[in-house]
């Protein structure tokens, strides 16, 4: 396959570029995955998490944190690798963050993270389809 700029990719393109069903539903379709379906949701180990679709990074470990929302959940944007904009699907008013790289639908932005967990020191809480992550190990 070409190398073609990702707004270009098909479904296809994605598959074959080793996205999952799944993964392309949420990334490129703005789905969302079951709540507490991801191993990342649990996940602990120190590293970045990436994006599935591009590999910029995104999170940094070190600001995730337990939120009980049922999707991996952060509280800064480590790298100032994504943008937003607003979503007023499903009724709700919520703001969606996207990578700057490729576009990929990564989940919303909300600003309640105390409410979830007192210890974050921000309110800012990223919550992030899992299957839109890929984690590295180490820094």
Known sequence: MADKPYTEMTDADWKAKGLSKEAIQVTRHAGTERAFSSPLYQHKESGVYHCV???????????????????????????????????NTHGMRRVEV???????????????????NRMVPVDTRYCINGVSLEFHKGN
Do not use: V
């Open 53 to 87: 679709c591009c590999g910029s990074p995104l999170f940094k470990s070190d600001h995730k944190f337990q939120s009980s929302c049922g999707w991996p959940a952060f509280y800064a944007d480590s790298f100032d690798s994504m943008i937003e904009r607003e979503d």
């Open 98 to 116: 996207l990578c700057k790289t490729c576009g990929a639908h990564l989940g919303h932005k909300f600003d309640d993270a105390k409410h979830h």
